[in-house]
């Protein structure tokens, strides 16, 4: 569990929410309201998210597939 949170520390605030909100349930539509954005903007916010937390965790020169 300690890489995940050393990985989330790297992440903004923003980011680290959304992913965490998106993990425990959370609708696009609470996370939207919690975060401030349009409902039709956090899918992309999440997949940016999700990639900058990927580009961290994974070790350099591992293949990890993004397009799930």
């Known amino acids: 569990m300690a890489p ?3 990985a989330l520390g790297h ?3 923003r980011e680290r929410e959304i992913l965490l909100m998106r993990h425990g349930g ?3 539509r609470e996370i939207a309201d919690a975060v401030g954005v349009a409902p039709s903007s ?3 916010l999440l997949a940016r998210a999700e990639r900058n937390f990927v580009n961290v965790y994974i070790a350099p ?3 990890y ?3 799930r």
């Open 4 to 6: 995940v949170r050393e």
């Open 65 to 67: 597939d993004t397009s």
């Open 11 to 13: 992440l903004t605030e």
């Open 61 to 63: 020169g591992e293949n």
């Open 42 to 44: 956090v899918g992309t």
């Open 26 to 28: 959370f609708s696009y």
